[in-house]
């Protein structure tokens, strides 16, 4: 398993309260971790995924997160990710799960990537 580099967190003391969130991308044959700041912003996130997935600025890509039913759910506004966010701290989930998957390899399963 590749550890993805991730946003430089604030060091808030050592007493977990950073609100940092596991994360676990699959790409292609990669499972990458990281962890985030539970008020990341869409376009950071889609940042931080085209650096470590070594997308081209241009080169556009999907987002899917896997719900409490094991159900891939597109992310695509800040909305969804608040969403998804939300429902992963609500269900005291260890780690929220996201498939990246290319444009041109629309229309596969989140499944043939694990």
């Known amino acids: 398993m590749q550890k993805m580099p991730s946003q430089i967190l604030p060091d808030v003391g050592g007493d977990g309260a950073n609100n940092e969130i596991k994360v676990k991308t699959f ?66 989930n260890p780690e929220l799960v996201i498939h990246v998957i290319r444009r041109s390899e629309y229309g596969r399963s989140c499944n043939s990537f694990v």
């Open 27 to 92: 790409y292609n044959t990669e499972i990458m971790i990281s962890y985030i700041q539970e008020n990341i912003t869409y376009e950071d996130l889609c940042d931080e995924i085209r650096k470590n997935c070594r997308f081209t600025v241009d080169q556009p890509f999907t987002i899917k997160w896997i719900d409490e039913e094991n159900d891939p759910c597109t992310l695509s506004t800040q909305m969804e990710l608040d969403e998804a966010i939300r429902l992963h701290e609500l269900n005291h």
